[in-house]
């Protein structure tokens, strides 16, 4: 039980539990593939995607009694029944009052496949999700109300068709899917659900990640990015690397609990690079860099909106270079704001001023520039701009070659987009 092919659970000093390989890996290689335990389609993406297997495709089928969800065929609905029956009548009965969280969804999955499942289950060949971490004794207040209402939806929305445990069971078990949730992201990072993996719940963080993990409709597959030699600690990363150090540590501490000792933590040798700061003749003060720092965490913790985009891009730019992760960041919201509002030439702009920085700055194979280049080159294709789009297009699919397989559905479907023109 306690491993699968070329990998083994072991205590990692410092981290506790974790996983390692027994032989070697190279770069692209799948470490092994995970089902989900348990997963949920996001309310946003009900209409385009299927809720029993992922597949994004027109003429979906409808469920003949909420007429909410679809399903590319009987078989598929047949076999979400025993998950979709939680939420078809509920949704039917509240109407428009119907709206839990997405994790309170997740979580009445769990406790329904928990009462079904006898023994361990496919996605618990290394860890059980009983063993997965919960960190409930950690949660501050804040986060402890989010849960207690997430429990009084759950109880709302899901106690006709669920037997519930008590209490202090469910706030353990919101903590552990809080902690060890997976988001199921699309080849562009949108969000299309959460499910649940115990055995790469298993993975260890660095920010130096030797594997990644991708999609393949509901499940999971874990790739090396990194050439690995038996006794190699697999590594994920559980946040977005961009950020300098102590920002990264910041958001691992609010999320999970703990410090991260890899080794760009301990060198900081990205923080300088990512924290540039304009060239001028007279130097700028550190005071004033240390001042726009605040600026910028303030700012991008409080909105979205184009023209503060541009404002504090403008403020921003006096001191820091056009490299810098927080006008990266700012530009990243307000490409996002271009393309809501149809901004073509806008978005463009943007993406193009993102690109190499990113490339630069994030690790050699990660998602978040291959889902830049895979916007910007579709960007291009729309404005019959092909030479650019193709060349785009191609370094996106460079990358997912080794993060998701060459044979992944995304990848066929890009080499035909490739092609058309």
């Known amino acids: 039980t306690w491993s699968r092919g070329g990998l083994e659970r072991f205590d990692s000093p410092g981290k506790g539990r974790g996983l390692r390989v ?20 996001s309310v946003k993406e009900r209409g385009y995607y299927c809720e029993f297997c992922f597949t994004r495709k027109e003429g979906l089928a409808r469920c003949g009694k909420c007429k909410k969800a679809l399903y590319c065929n009987a078989k598929c609905q047949k076999g979400d029944w025993a998950m979709h029956k939680l939420e078809c009548s509920a949704m039917t009965a509240f109407g428009e009052n119907w709206y839990p969280s997405e994790i309170s969804r997740l979580v009445a999955r769990i406790l329904a496949k928990k009462k079904t499942q006898k023994g361990r289950c496919v996605s618990e060949k290394i860890l059980l999700i009983e063993e997965m971490q919960s960190h409930v004794e950690d949660v501050d207040n804040e986060k402890r109300e989010m849960n207690e209402a997430d ?25 552990q899917v809080a902690c060890n949730g997976f988001t199921i992201e699309d080849d562009e990072l949108s969000h299309i659900g959460t499910a649940v993996y115990p055995d790469v719940a298993l993975i260890n963080h660095s920010c130096l990640p030797s594997v990644i993990v ?4 509901t499940s999971a597959d874990v790739r090396a990015v990194k050439d690995m030699k038996p006794g190699d600690e697999v590594l994920i990363s559980y946040i977005d690397v961009l950020y300098p150090t102590d920002d990264r540590n910041n958001r691992l501490r609010e999320s999970y609990y703990f410090t991260c000792e890899c080794k760009e933590c301990k060198s900081k040798s990205k923080d300088k690079a990512k924290l540039k700061v304009r060239k001028r003749s007279d130097p700028i003060e550190p005071e004033v860099i240390n001042n726009m720092v605040r600026y910028a965490k303030k700012t991008i913790r409080e909105f979205r909106l184009l023209e503060m985009c541009e404002q504090s891009l403008e403020e921003m730019g006096a001191v820091f270079d056009d490299s810098n992760v927080y006008m990266l960041h700012m530009m990243y919201q307000a490409m996002g704001v271009c393309l809501y509002m149809q901004d073509t030439v806008g978005a463009i702009r943007y993406g193009e001023n993102i690109i190499k920085p990113y490339s630069k700055l994030y690790p050699a194979y990660s998602l978040n520039v291959s889902s830049m280049y895979l916007k910007l080159g579709r960007l291009y294709m729309g404005l019959e701009k092909h030479s650019a789009g193709i060349s785009a297009l191609k370094k996106a699919m460079a990358i997912m070659e080794v993060a998701h397989g060459k044979d992944h559905f995304y990848l066929t479907e890009l080499r035909k987009e490739i092609l058309k023109k």
């Open 22 to 41: 027994t032989r070697p890996f190279k770069v692209g290689e799948l470490l092994f593939s995970s089902q989900a335990y348990s997963y949920v389609l």
């Open 151 to 175: 429990v009084a939806g759950l109880h709302r929305y899901f106690s006709k068709h669920l037997e519930l445990p008590g209490h202090k069971d469910l706030l353990t078990l919101f903590s």
């Open 214 to 217: 991708t999609y393949d409709g």
